[in-house]
């Protein structure tokens, strides 16, 4: 249990220092992620306390009838992390392949441009991946909030712990990366002389 409490500690200083650095330098993306982080687990929260109050969800943690099967495909939905960074890339690959295509042709015709789409395509797709992990973050929080509350029978210290130490890792992943089109190594100014 030493070993668990040393990781949850380590992640936790992982996040404030995160939190610390992106603050320092963009300190308006902090606030939006804040904000974001904040009304989803206020949802999160109210949707889970709404579900076992009613009975959707049973003193264990488990759904129950339809409205609890509800519950658990919108969490399931809001947890597939997968499925949410396929759909940025693929979106991602149908606005810059297409450019970069286009670039390759013009460039042997002698008319070649800039690929233009390139840098806010991947402004786009960071802020949504950002706002992903930020969901799946808030969700395992917000469940690991309910289920100490509601005493779920089920939820023994692993579930938490892990719940816990992933949701962190997430949120301090969001700040470390706060914005990486100014970071030196992604500048192309910083690359070409």
């Avoid at 320092?24 to 974001?36: C, K, L, N």
């Avoid at 289920?147 to 470390?176: H, N, P, R």
Wanted: aromatic content about 12%.
């Amino acid at each position: 249990m030493t070993r668990q409490i040393v990781a949850l500690l380590g992640i936790f200083l992982f996040v404030v220092f995160s939190v610390h650095q992106a603050s320092s330098r963009h300190p308006r993306q902090v606030a939006v992620i804040w904000y974001g982080f904040s009304l989803a687990l206020t949802g999160t929260l109210l949707v889970g306390l709404w579900a076992e109050h009613t009975g959707a969800i049973d003193s264990s943690g488990f759904p129950q009838g339809d409205e609890g099967k509800l519950v658990l495909r919108a969490f399931n939905f809001f947890l597939d992390l997968n499925g949410e960074v396929t759909i940025i890339v693929g979106f991602l690959a149908l606005l810059i392949l297409p450019q970069f295509i286009s670039y390759v042709l013009s460039g042997l015709s002698g008319c070649a441009w800039d690929l233009y789409l390139l840098r806010e395509a991947s402004k786009y797709a960071y802020i949504f991946i950002v706002k992903s992990f930020a969901t799946v973050s808030v969700i395992l929080t917000g469940l690991v909030i309910i289920g100490l509350i509601s005493s779920w029978k089920q939820f023994i210290g692993t579930s938490i712990l892990l719940c816990t130490v992933l949701g962190l890792t997430l949120i301090a992943g969001c700040f470390a990366a706060t914005d990486p089109f100014t970071s030196p190594c992604l500048r192309a100014s910083d690359w070409v002389g």
